[in-house]
């Protein structure tokens, strides 16, 4: 009778530890969890997690491309575990999650810019800042600004750090995604477009090749040389257009958003940065310099 006993209780037991309301967690190499990253950034994020994903089998990251604004918004309100996007969390937005009792983190994990692209009938590829603030500010009549979303990443740094404006110009348009931009533009010759470098950074990418035979990237002058986005004028900021790669986090417990910010700030998430044509922060960059100069 006792021996029964003990049976039934082990069976109770067993039962209560499987049951299907038993919530499992995830750890920093396993589980499912959902993400939400600037659209700007896919490429990269989506080398990041495919990176992950093949060393730690266990683990499930699905990532919704968003604007800025609506990464944050999903943060904020508990959609997400984590916002990737261009910048920390302001004040504000901080103060919103902490009154659900989380405290949010943040980690610059790469640095890109911001690409000014041409369709390749467009001679004019060389531009100091006065006519950029000119263009992008809406002056030239004959020139299009065009860009992914009126709340993008993107269009927030050129109204904060170009324009100093809260709206993008008139003559500007939204056309959803930063692949639509080089589209439009492969097709336009009175148009300028404003991507992330990720998009055209990796060489060993098909899609960024194609595009970079559909569109002319512009070169920005800084201190009478001209520079286009490439890695090493992003890492000595001679390129003037350049901003951090943010993975805000509402994680309250070491779990597989932890996990993956690691590994994107890690060796191996740096090793990628570096591959796809953006500068990582957390490990040196070499950079070497060739004279053209005969001997």
């Not at 600037?38 to 919704?64: H, N």
């Not at 604007?67 to 309100?77: M, Q």
């Not at 901080?94 to 001679?123: C, M």
Request: glycine residues 6%; hydrophobic residues 40%.
């Amino acid at each position: 009778m006792i021996m029964k006993y003990i049976f039934v209780i082990i069976g109770i037991v067993l039962f209560g530890c499987s049951g299907g309301n038993q919530k499992v967690y995830d750890t920093p190499t396993s589980g499912t969890i959902k993400i939400a990253v600037d659209e700007s950034l896919k490429p990269l994020i989506d080398a990041e997690i495919k990176a992950f994903e093949g060393i730690y089998r266990q683990s499930s990251i699905s990532a919704v491309y968003v604007s800025e604004a609506e990464a944050v918004r999903l943060l904020i309100n508990d959609s997400v575990r984590l916002a990737i996007i261009t910048r920390p969390l302001t004040a504000t937005e901080v103060r919103q999650i902490k009154l659900q009792k989380i405290s949010p983190q943040h980690s610059n994990v790469a640095r890109e810019g911001v690409a000014l692209i041409v369709n390749p009938g467009n001679p004019d590829t060389l531009w100091d800042m006065a006519k950029l603030k000119s263009v992008l500010g809406g002056y030239d009549a004959g020139q299009k600004i065009v860009f992914d979303n009126q709340n993008s990443g993107i269009a927030r740094f050129i109204r904060d750090s170009i324009l100093h404006a809260e709206k993008m110009p008139a003559n500007s348009y939204a056309v959803e995604s930063n692949e639509a931009v080089v589209n439009y533009i492969a097709r336009d010759t009175k148009a300028v477009g404003l991507i992330g470098t990720s998009w055209i950074s990796d060489h060993d990418d098909s899609v960024a090749n194609r595009f970079l035979q559909s569109i002319r990237v512009i070169a920005i002058e800084n201190n009478n040389e001209y520079y286009q986005p490439y890695q090493a004028y992003i890492a000595q900021r001679l390129y003037p257009l350049t901003r951090d790669v943010v993975i805000n986090s509402r994680e309250a417990r070491s779990g597989l958003g932890t996990g993956f910010t690691s590994f994107v700030a890690g060796d191996k998430g740096q090793r990628i940065v570096l591959k796809a044509g953006l500068v990582p922060v957390t490990m040196p960059v070499r950079i070497v310099e060739i004279s053209r100069e005969s001997f």
